[in-house]
């Protein structure tokens, strides 16, 4: 499998050994494109930071939570909303945003009391919320903040609250991958174990590595609801703070996104003895096998069962008439992190489309091998890749469409090519399967709208006609 170089990057040597094209029969241990490292120098990283990775990704999504951020506003307002967690108590960690907005003079005199005074401003503030999270950011953490320490003086002068004190700068790994382990080792460590809960079934789950992107974590939970299984919590897409708390009394930890958490999995595994089984909510038959993947570690394969054939009855029509009309669609696959391969090989399986490039900005060499052992030959894998790659690669490989964020996304546009939004959906949820109707069904309209046809129109020069919205060049 030949390393890729591209023309823009080859002022820069290192990147060389980033990008791969899948080859004829390869042996993908002798050629993966190097992962999780450092970005280098001279490349401008898409990246997130790992305070982004602990907080946007992991911490916020946790719902009955006031999240603080004990640092400057700007890390605030860059990790708030974006990326729709929704929640169904009313939206609350996604509503506010909260920072103590520290200043040049809490650098140079400290920020603790500033901190202290945030916490009860923002626990008076709304009464009704008890349970808090505190993020130290790059400048918390360098001055040396004791952010423990002040969390413990609240709560023994506060008994009726709870905090959790998440210390993941932003310089704590190469990407936000590197925040993600923290948050995880973080929460095992200050607070599972700490609250016992409601035992109401004799199949108990937590369902880990799922963060409910437009109500994703909503639509698997019934599915395990109606096999009968108690969903003790979710890390953490519409989980509760409390929830998350008891998940050392789980049977089973579900896994979905490995990437993010397999960390807290493993812990639980040998701290608790719970074992992890990671499954897949994406896509018809990875969906079906992971159901009954659990059903059979229960005894609960007739239930899952059940749900496979009535939901594959109600959904799987749809599914193939977007699939036929998507066949042969070229697609870059280009999100940050583990969808590259939840996704590679299910969309051309399951809807037809042709993965012609995938990358990754954070995941590890073991998500690119699996991304690459999914995909077909002659697909560009990058690992880390910066926008003028992304730029010349799309001027190459000419996708119909791009799976990616919103700021690559914009890049897309401005070549038009057209873009789906990868990390918070388009018209999601994507998981389950109406789910993965509604991304056949984004996609589909991605491909066939003519809005990039018309928006490409100087309309200086081109004649529109009103009557029937086609265009005519002079
Ligand atoms: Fe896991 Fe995620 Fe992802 Fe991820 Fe992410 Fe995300 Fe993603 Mo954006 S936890 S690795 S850090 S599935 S925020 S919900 S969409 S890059 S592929």
New binding site residues.
Partial sequence: MPYHTFKCSKCIPERTKHAVIKGHDEDLTSCLPLGYLNTIPGSISER?CAFC?AK???GTPMKDVIHLCHGPVGCTYDTWQT?RYISDNDNFQFKYTFATDMKEKHIVFGSEKLLKESITEAFKAFPEINRMAIYQTCASALIGDDMDAVAQEVMNEMPDVDIFVCNSPGFAGPS??GG?HKINIAWVNQKVGTVEPKITSDYVINYV?E?N?QGDQEVMTDYFKRMGIQVLSTFTGNGSYDDLRSMHKADLNVLE?A???EYICNELRVRYGTPRMDIDGFGFKPLSESLLKVGLFFGLEEEAQKIIEEETARWKPELDWYARRLKGVKVCLW??????W?WANVIHEEMGVEVVSLYT???HQGDMEKGIARCGEGALAIDDPNELEGIEAMMELQPDVIFT?VRPGEVAKKLRVQYLN???YHNGPYKGYEGWVRFARDIYNAVYSPIHQLSGLDISKDEIDMNNGFVTKN
Avoid at 335 to 340: Q, W
Wanted: hydrophobic share 25%; proline share 3%.
């Fill in positions: 997130g990775g946007h990704v992991i990326k936000q991958s993600h590595g963060y992107i996104c990437r993010s958490a999100p940050g992190g583990s969808k590259l939840h900005k954070f995941g964020g990868a990390h918070a």
